[in-house]
Nanobody, 115 residues
Framework: QVLLVESGGGLVQAGGSLRLSCAVS????????MGWYRQAPGKQRELVAT???????NYADSVKGRFTISKDNAKNTVYLQMNSLKPEDTAVYYC?????????WGQGTQVTVSS
């Protein structure tokens, strides 16, 4: 069974920073890509950032230049550094591990940005 455990969420003022971590119970080389998604109340889950096995990154336009996704293969951990946070970044953030035909998800971590 593959487990993804997010941590690092919390309450922060606008303009502040947080770093999310996603610890994976197996080698992250097993997956084609790892990613972060978020879901705000009343909205659909949306892509935030992804990183492929080879290290190629992709970001939603709304977070480009502010968020950085990275991974530590030795620790089987994926990170999301979030800077210049805005109230509209408030959401539950989910870690995702993508295989060809199946995705694994973490339980989510709440990020709240106050104005």
């Amino acid at each position: 069974q593959v487990l993804l455990v997010e941590s690092g969420g919390g309450l922060v003022q606008a303009g502040g920073s947080l770093r999310l971590s996603c610890a994976v119970s197996t080698s992250i080389f097993s997956f084609n890509a790892m990613g972060w998604y978020r879901q705000a109340p009343g909205k659909q889950r949306e892509l935030v950032a992804t990183i492929t096995r080879g290290g190629t990154t992709n970001y939603a336009d709304s977070v480009k230049g502010r968020f950085t996704i990275s991974k530590d293969n030795a620790k089987n951990t994926v990170y999301l550094q979030m800077n210049s946070l805005k109230p509209e970044d408030t959401a539950v953030y989910y870690c995702n591990a993508k295989m060809l035909t199946f995705d694994y998800w973490g339980q989510g971590t709440q990020v709240t940005v106050s104005s």
